[in-house]
């Protein structure tokens, strides 16, 4: 069982879960907002968002299988025909509960929300990850659309001329949410990158650090997590200003975290320390999500 969960980072799904369980009660519940989606409803958007990322963490394992490591478990203890499957019958269920999902909610065509999400994770794999920056934009874009999904089918179809301003409030909360997660993501990637860059090099994938070099490229993540940071305190500034709790909430636990890891960036040597930039990230995405849930007390 490890070895599949590895396979299909259940990790970093569980933290896509979390996210969308945090925008569904923290942001939709408490402000009571038309909405279209129940429990069971997100529940099924929940699974088939984690069925369809998961295929795509499989489909991305087994075109890096080329020339990976002895280590990977894919290699010693799951085979590439288990893998395949896995991978179409993830997808199978993903896809079949967003067309389930789009007809309960009246919009059929939001189902194909789910068929070009499926279809991007495997051109990524087969043939985008091998463009030089891309790759990085594509997994933060796909990240990004994992949250956007939940205003897509328990906001937008709930919408009226009556609540659109309501609605729209908490739609462009969502996006915004979004767009932190997006800079945050490719700034994982980038570390991945320069983590794996020999066995890149051997399959011969264009990545940031073979372009660059890894010192280069590590250097760079330092400088680029100041858009994120200014991103956060823009977003202070221009909405939380007025709540000192809140103020005192994300400097402490995003800005400061964010500052951290930008100073320790720049003189991170081994790999075991970019593997710990790389979990201060996942921590600042988990405290990101769980910081929807205390909008209900900010702007009540």
Known sequence: MLPYLKLIKFDNLLVIALAQLCIKYGLFEPFGVAITLNGFGISLLIIATMCIAAAGNIIIEIYNRTGANSKSSMNKEISEKSANKLFITLNVIGVLIGFYLSNQIGRPGFAALFVIISGLFYIYASYLK????????????????????????????????????????????????????????????????????????????????????????????????????????????????????????????????????????????????????????????????????FYQFILK
């Open 130 to 293: 091998e463009i030089l920056v891309l790759k990085n934009i594509i997994i933060g874009l796909l990240v990004a659309l994992s949250l956007i999904v939940v205003g897509v089918f328990d906001l937008l179809p709930a919408i009226t001329e009556k609540n659109r301003d309501s609605q729209t409030v908490i739609f462009s909360i969502i996006l915004d949410y979004s767009i932190f997660a997006f800079m945050i993501v490719i700034l994982r990637e980038l570390i991945k990158d320069s983590i794996h860059v020999d066995r890149d090099h051997n399959i011969g994938i264009k990545t940031v650090p073979i372009a660059l070099g890894k010192d280069r490229t590590i250097k760079l993540i330092g400088i680029a997590t100041i858009l994120p940071i200014a991103a956060v305190v823009y977003y202070i500034y221009t909405y939380l200003f007025s709540n000192s709790t809140a103020v005192l909430f994300v400097l402490a636990l995003i800005i400061a975290p964010l500052l951290y890891f930008m100073i320790k960036s720049f003189s991170v040597d081994s790999t075991k320390q970019l593997k710990q930039l790389q979990f201060i990230l996942k921590i600042i995405l988990i405290i990101a999500s769980i910081s929807l849930l």
